[in-house]
């Protein structure tokens, strides 16, 4: 057999084999369907020979657990102030990020797929592998910037050192596969191979739905560029509207998770980790008071009530007398006992009470969150906790709801695209000039955040809420948004970094003022693709923040601007 490379950075043949092994067992988006076959595994079978229904099974599958991931309970879902840890986490926005190793791990596997599509002329498997492979290329250069793209799978060649390609490039390039792929597969309707329903594990075989996934995902891509390259994305939004896109909560690419092992389950439970994988994950303040302002019922959908809600009252409301008692499930406090230290959490200024060094008792009594940041050490103290350990609980602070406990359920699914998010990209396109029907737009992707977990039927009231109601502001629009994004926390991110909204502000006990922009490169291009890392540095555009954080090599810092967002005002 002839000897191929697919290497990034000193990469070999072993990390392809590795890709081919057994695919994860992940449930079949297209309606929530289980798998009933597992399917072959191909271990050990020839390279020339490979199945690209297998491969591609295993692309999807740790595409959507890396997505699902990130969407939960990761940094980034501190980052953008869905969740904090109250233990054994990260909330002071110092995390250098990753995923490098799996995405290039993963498009070894999507090219090999390409490939043997190609010899095979199985055109819809061709598409698929295309799609695949740009969405993995999106997500790199999301996150880091420049990227290794054209030379980084160049089997045919004796590139061992893959260039970094400009993050322009490769943007323009993925939009372009994606269009390329829906391309061929609206071309050859009819005449398509079969694409086995429990090989394909976001849309069932269905290639109509693969046209609407690829159409939306440049969508999405275009509306990226919307601030660094307003005439490219505003010419491509407009011939992309006219094309199929997901059109209902039925065909966006949710996949369930299955279970089985920890792989396959949703992140963070406390099943198959143990209990306090899930105890230590706890709402963010700034989420939980916002669908409090908007009174919103997806709360109770994602949260627990607190166990033991706190009261502080003057002395005579005591039940019984005293200072500090639990009576009936609620904890009473003499408000004459405090000390000058301590001050009742109020959204508009905690962050100051907490620079002046006060403590604060949250009083929320339904659902109390951790602020953002809040404290140098992990949170586990906070509300009072009577019992402040690491890993333990809290019966001042509310859980996640009790099915993220569980390692599959109805609702835990990772969201890789939304019908919801697609309705507010038409509405943001609208709100540009790019499209029409801001407001229709706007109301279905509220509609569909609500219909994907499962309380559709509330979401007519919920519309005419005060702060809900339509009212045509940028700043509305992408708050929606961003709560409809709740369990998506990478796009949720990069929406904040192309927009600055919602207006996010890390706390007083964050690495700095201002939220990360980006990944840094992993250590091992750094020490063996040397040159071609420090070029790509030079790319990276240093800010006011670059250096307020020590212990970063040059300009390879997660607030170095890269080409996305270098001359925008956006998001900082």
Not at 310 to 318: N, R
Not at 496 to 515: K, M
Not at 538 to 558: C, F, I, K, M, R
């Amino acid at each position: 057999m002839t000897t191929r490379k697919y290497n990034t950075t000193m990469k070999t043949m072993s990390n392809i084999i590795r890709a081919i092994l057994a695919v994860s067992v992940f449930l079949i988006l297209a309606c929530d369907n289980d798998i009933t076959e597992v399917n072959v595994n191909p271990n050990g079978v020839n390279l020339d020979e490979a199945n690209p229904s297998f491969l591609l099974s295993e692309v999807m599958a740790k595409t959507a657990m890396d997505v699902g991931d990130k969407g939960f309970a990761e940094p980034l879902s501190a980052f953008v102030q869905y969740i904090q840890k109250d233990s054994w986490g990260n909330n002071e926005y110092d995390w250098e990020g990753d995923g490098w190793e799996t995405y290039y791990n993963n498009l070894r596997t999507a090219d090999l797929a390409l490939e043997r599509s190609l010899e095979l002329d199985m055109k819809f498997h061709q598409a698929v592998a295309m799609i695949m492979k740009a969405h993995m290329f999106g997500m790199l250069t999301d996150f880091y910037g420049d990227v290794p793209y054209s030379e980084a799978l160049r089997g045919d060649t004796d590139i061992d050192l893959p260039k970094y390609d400009p993050q322009e490039i490769i943007y323009k390039g993925i939009i372009a596969d994606f269009e390329a792929a829906s391309n061929l597969l609206s071309s050859n309707q009819g005449q398509l191979e079969v694409f086995i329903p429990t090989q394909d594990l976001y849309f069932g075989g269905d290639s109509e739905k693969w046209i609407k996934y690829a159409n939306s995902l440049a969508l999405r891509y275009y509306m990226r560029l919307s601030e660094k390259d307003p005439a490219f994305a505003g010419a491509g939004v407009q011939k992309t509207l006219a094309k199929p896109l997901i059109d209902s909560v039925d065909d966006e690419c949710a996949v369930p998770y299955v279970g089985v092992s920890p792989d396959d389950s949703q992140p963070s439970n406390g099943k198959n980790n143990t209990p306090s994988a899930f105890t230590r994950v706890k709402p963010c303040a700034t989420l939980t008071n916002k669908l409090r302002d908007l009174n919103d019922p997806r709360r109770a959908i994602w949260f627990a009530p607190v166990a033991i809600p706190i009261k502080v009252v003057a002395p005579a409301d005591v039940p019984g007398g005293g200072d500090d008692v639990v009576v009936d499930g609620v904890r009473y406090i003499n408000e004459s006992s405090l000390a000058d230290n301590f001050t009742i959490y109020d959204p508009e200024t905690w962050y100051q009470d907490r620079v002046d060094g006060l403590t604060m008792i949250d009083t929320s009594s339904v659902y109390v969150g951790i602020p953002v940041s809040n404290q140098g050490t992990e949170p586990y103290t906070y509300n009072l906790n009577p019992q402040p350990t690491q890993g333990g609980g809290n019966v001042h602070v509310s859980e996640m709801n009790a099915q993220f406990n569980e390692v599959a359920g109805a609702n835990l699914k990772s969201r890789i695209l939304s019908y919801a998010e697609v309705c507010f990209l038409k509405a943001e396109a609208a709100l540009k000039g790019w499209g029409t029907d801001a407001e229709e737009n706007y109301n279905k992707g509220i509609q569909a955040s609500f219909d994907t977990w499962g309380i559709g039927d509330l979401a007519t009231d919920y519309l005419t809420n005060d702060g809900v109601a339509y009212n045509g502001t940028w700043e509305q629009l992408m708050e929606q948004k961003w709560i409809a994004n709740f369990t998506s926390a990478s796009e949720a991110y990069l929406d904040w970094r192309r927009t600055g909204l919602p207006n996010l502000r890390p706390g007083p006990a964050a690495r700095s003022e201002v939220i990360p922009v980006r990944f840094v490169y992993p250590e091992n291009d750094r020490n063996f693709n040397r040159d071609n890392y420090n070029a790509a540095l030079g790319s990276l555009q240093a800010t006011e923040y670059t250096d307020d954080v020590p212990g970063y090599v040059e300009n390879d810092t997660p607030w170095s601007k890269p080409w996305v967002l270098q001359g925008v005002t956006k998001p900082w």
